[in-house]
């Protein structure tokens, strides 16, 4: 691809590059629209697709798409919430899995052998390294991570914020 001058697009000869970004409906748009302006100054055209309830099994199964912003609860369990996405078997076709038909022996190893164990102890240096490969491979770009706000009474106690299980344990006075 050739360098284009400032705000000209990138071509390769003489097409540009565009890519299709496709979003559900929601923040993605706005997510959509601002990484839009920022791809502009590179030459980078991209294309907002919006993917309604029903394509979005046929997205993932087809796997056709430059991009595709999505948010994906991850919980707080790796076993439930992160290997849908990286591990091989997780390549079905179905929304919200291994959607990038990611393969990686190591990082598959990893978190089977985690899942046979018990305790974050036993666990955690499996998905740390499983975590490492995943960065050097980056078969994800992770742009943005959500916050979400929370407000309780001080009557109540033992929340356990940055959980999936924030209430879990929480109780409160009359």
């Not at 979003?23 to 959509?32: P, R």
């Not at 919200?96 to 102890?121: C, H, I």
């Amino acid at each position: 691809w050739q360098s284009p001058g400032a705000g000209q697009p990138r071509r390769k000869g003489g097409q540009e590059l565009t890519i299709d970004m496709y979003h559900f409906a929601g923040n993605e748009a706005a997510l959509g629209t601002k990484l839009q302006q920022d791809l502009t100054p590179l030459g980078v055209k991209a294309e907002l697709r919006q993917v309604d309830p029903a394509g979005k099994n046929a997205l993932y199964s087809g796997r056709n798409f430059d991009s595709i912003i999505v948010s994906h609860c991850q919980a707080t369990d790796p076993e439930v919430g992160v290997r849908r996405f990286y591990h091989s078997t997780a390549i079905t076709g179905a929304p919200f899995t291994n959607g990038a038909g990611y393969k990686s022996t190591e990082v598959d190893q990893r978190f089977d052998q985690a899942a046979q164990r018990l305790g974050e102890a036993d666990r955690g240096p499996l998905y740390k390294q499983a975590q490492e490969q995943m960065a050097k491979d980056l078969p994800y770009l992770w742009l943005l991570e959500t916050v979400s706000n929370r407000a309780y009474s001080t009557k109540c106690q033992g929340f356990r914020p940055y959980s999936g299980h924030f209430a879990d344990s929480a109780s409160c006075r009359k």
